[in-house]
């Protein structure tokens, strides 16, 4: 396992920030979701209650499995659902995967504790009825439908058994949350005993879906770069912006699905081996296939200006290309995610580029950019509402900077009150 050196993830953090159908006995080849063959998956309305945006295998800012892949070998993998359903399944993408992958076995279960699971809950999923099936290279897929009541805010543990060897695994990089291994099968463990090794990353799961949503096309999906992502807040306490926004909602009776499509130091300009497919690329995977989906709320932009800034001196190939954006790039690449997002019906709201000042990317010249691209969110008309965060986690003595109550240290992501902050700023008013 590779890492990045601890002193390139204040540099880095500027904001460091396809479904197939099941082909066959157990596989899966084209490109929408695989659902079981029965009269509950023809008719049922699925919602996604929790995704996590796929990316290519490679270092991180801390250790992961992705480039080694598995071989027998069991992870083990907690989500906190935002709304809730009766029954689920989840998808699994093999994106990056230059192999097919073996999916041997997989369970899901309602979470005890750390890598225990409650007992009663623990379900076996299948593709096409079958326990063992397979993901092409480049491929996504649903699984079958299971029976399990969930609650907004419950935590789920979803088990694969991968006897491999898979080759490098598609992963998100930035869980915030603790995942865990296992050498052997261990899919159908109660007890956490045999899950010896950790990671803070998600290895092949992009998403978990429910049925039984009340209310269809509901779901929220928050999409951006690693502030969406959550970088700066504490693991395992679920408290990036989205989760606090769906706890938010939550809490007022009238809970709806809030989709986490972060990905760390992603831009909407430019394609990175490290941060992702540039945002206008991947909006249709992320946003637009996700089911149920009626809104999206797009914060985007400090990593194209920023990075901008380092190419006279770049601390890593981490950052290429360095290709020199300018406001008006990022001004037509929101326009194009607004254009994709209206093909759909969506309801589209833009956050404003929040303050970076004193930290490894701000400049004159960054800090022209932003304002000129803040400019353009407030007052161009071009997204259905605004939430103008550059102005709710400003510093009151400088607007340029961070609320230091808001700052995670680096001068760039908020810390925990920060994200709630943040989320306390979206009016559900304007959430349709």
């Known amino acids: 396992m590779r890492s990045i050196p601890r002193w390139l993830s204040s540099a880095t953090a500027l904001t460091l920030a396809a479904w197939p159908i099941a082909a066959g006995p157990a596989s899966a080849t084209t490109r929408a979701p695989a659902t079981a063959r029965t009269s509950h998956a023809r008719t049922a309305s699925w919602t996604a209650a929790w995704t996590a945006a796929p990316q290519r295998p490679g270092p991180s800012f801390t250790p992961n499995w992705s480039e080694e892949g598995f071989a027998h070998q069991t992870i083990r993998q907690i989500v906190r659902v935002t709304t809730g359903g009766t029954s689920a399944r989840i998808r699994l993408s093999n994106l990056y995967g230059t192999t097919r992958l073996t999916v041997t076995g997989a369970t899901i279960a309602r979470t005890a504790s750390g890598a225990a699971v409650q007992k009663e809950t623990l379900r076996h999923l299948t593709l096409k009825r079958a326990r063992t099936f397979t993901i092409p290279a480049g491929a996504e897929l649903a699984s079958d439908p299971v ?38 099968d261990h899919q159908a463990d109660t007890g956490a005993a045999a899950f010896t090794e950790t990671t803070q990353s998600w290895y092949y799961l992009s ?119 300018s406001a008006a790039d990022v001004i037509a690449g929101q326009r194009d995610l607004i254009r994709q997002a209206r093909t759909r019906g969506l309801r589209v709201i833009g956050a404003t580029i929040m303050p970076v000042k004193g930290s490894t990317i701000y400049t004159a010249r960054s800090e022209a950019k932003r304002e000129k691209i803040n400019t353009w969110i407030r007052t161009s008309g071009a997204y259905d509402t605004v939430v103008d965060l550059a102005r709710v986690m400003a510093s009151p003595a400088d607007s340029d900077a961070l609320d230091p109550a808001y700052d995670s240290g680096d001068h760039l992501h908020p810390n925990d009150a920060g994200y709630q902050v943040m989320a306390n700023a979206i009016n559900p008013a304007d959430l349709g």
Do not use: C
């Not at 789920?156 to 995942?179: C, D, I, N, R, S």
């Not at 998403?207 to 949503?213: I, N, S």
């Open 147 to 184: 029976q399990l009541r969930l609650a907004p805010l419950d935590s789920v543990t979803v088990t694969l058994y991968l006897a491999g060897p898979t080759g490098p695994a598609t992963y998100h990089a930035l869980a915030q949350a603790t995942g865990y291994r296992a050498e052997g």
């Open 207 to 325: 998403g978990l879906d429910l049925t039984g949503v009340p209310a269809p096309r509901s779901a929220i999906v928050a999409f951006g770069d690693s502030i969406t992502d959550g970088m700066g807040s504490t693991p395992d306490a679920n408290d990036r912006y989205p989760d606090r926004l769906a706890e938010r909602l939550a809490s007022t009776g009238r809970p709806r699905a809030v989709l986490n499509q972060g990905i760390i130091g992603n831009r909407i300009t430019v394609d990175s081996a490290w941060f992702g497919d540039k945002a206008t690329s991947r909006f249709q995977r992320d946003v637009l296939q996700q089911p149920g989906v009626g809104t999206v709320i797009i914060l985007l932009g400090i990593n194209d200006i920023g990075i901008s800034e380092l190419a006279a001196a770049p601390p890593a190939p981490i950052f290429a290309p360095f290709t020199d954006v």
